[in-house]
């Protein structure tokens, strides 16, 4: 489904990206392991259009995702959830839900449907919020409250209802546990494995690299900009080089 292929990217004179080269198959979690500043974040950034392609090429099915704004790559099918949420804490639960809808719609808009298509549009909109307000009941009930004010755990919840939104094909996800409780940490990914469960396709970057194997089919460790291993999950986890560096602290 999704295909970097030599992916380079520089901040200025500093490179971050080495020609990375990766592949997502429809249905995968697929993991993302390396220290701080290996370029993960740099190559969720890269995929969903926030940062320039030096080099290389970017394909999302049959569709290049290479020098797409974020603002298209959203409406060919990528649900990015950056690092540290970026919700609209003033605006209501409600509003951030519908806000991740417009790539939707707009994507739709494109095509000549006629009333039909007015119709699909709504119910699929409609459909996405069931399906949101089904996997998190708490952002149902607190749809007409201020973002802002919700826990970290639930900001984290919306920041995915939100991306789900858009009816992605494949969702990015960039340390969704980060700052959360260990019993809540579980239960996003519970979260992420049910949500390959149900059909969606999963890039993931998480800290504790031994929980994100368990729910992972295969991994790719960054290092210094460029991929340095791939392997299936147990693959990686039996690695004596990733269970040194990566999986000191695993958490029980
Ligand atoms: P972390 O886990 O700390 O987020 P990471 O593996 O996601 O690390 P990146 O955030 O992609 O790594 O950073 C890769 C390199 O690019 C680092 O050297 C970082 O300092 C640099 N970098 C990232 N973003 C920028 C930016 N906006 N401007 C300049 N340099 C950047």
């Known amino acids: 489904m999704l295909k970097v292929e030599k992916a380079v990217v520089a901040y200025g004179r500093a490179t971050a990206l080495r020609?990375?080269?990766?592949?997502?198959?429809?249905?995968?979690i697929v993991t993302l392991i390396g220290a701080n500043g290996a370029g993960k974040s740099t190559l969720l950034?890269?995929?969903?259009?926030?940062?320039?392609?030096?080099?290389?090429?970017?394909?999302?099915?049959?569709?290049?995702?290479?020098?797409?704004?974020?603002h298209r790559t959203v409406r060919l099918g990528v649900g990015y959830v950056p690092e540290g949420r970026q919700i609209f804490g003033t605006m209501t639960v409600m509003d951030n839900l519908t806000m991740g809808s417009y790539a939707h719609v707009a994507r739709n808009w494109l095509r000549p449907l006629g009333y039909a298509g007015w119709a699909l549009r709504s119910d699929t909109v409609k459909s996405n919020l069931?399906?949101?307000?089904?996997?998190?009941?708490?952002?149902?009930?607190?749809?007409?409250?201020?973002a802002g004010s919700l826990s970290?755990?639930?900001?984290?919840?919306?920041?995915?209802?939100?991306?789900?939104?858009?009816?992605?094909?494949?969702?990015?996800?960039?340390e969704p546990s980060l700052g959360l409780a260990p019993n809540l940490v579980r239960?996003?990914?519970r979260l992420i494995a049910?949500?390959?469960?149900?059909?969606?396709?999963?890039?993931?970057?998480?800290?504790?690299?031994?929980?994100?194997?368990?729910?992972?089919?295969?991994?790719?460790?960054?290092?210094?900009?460029?991929?340095?291993?791939?392997?299936s999950s147990q693959e990686l986890f039996r690695n004596d080089e990733v269970r040194q560096?990566?999986?000191?602290?695993?958490?029980?």
């Open 19 to 28: 020609e990375v080269s990766l592949v997502v198959n429809t249905g995968e």
């Open 45 to 70: 950034n890269a995929i969903s259009g926030v940062v320039p392609l030096k080099g290389g090429d970017i394909w999302l099915d049959a569709n290049r995702l290479s020098g797409l704004p974020s």
């Open 130 to 146: 069931e399906m949101v307000f089904d996997l998190f009941p708490v952002l149902k009930e607190r749809r007409g409250q201020q």
């Open 152 to 174: 970290g755990g639930e900001q984290q919840m919306l920041a995915i209802g939100r991306a789900l939104m858009s009816s992605p094909k494949i969702l990015l996800l960039d």
């Open 187 to 189: 239960d996003i990914l």
């Open 194 to 231: 049910r949500l390959r469960a149900e059909g969606l396709t999963i890039l993931l970057i998480e800290q504790d690299a031994a929980a994100a194997l368990k729910i992972a089919d295969r991994g790719y460790v960054m290092e210094r900009g460029r991929i340095v291993l791939e392997g």
């Open 245 to 252: 560096a990566y999986l000191g602290k695993t958490r029980a």
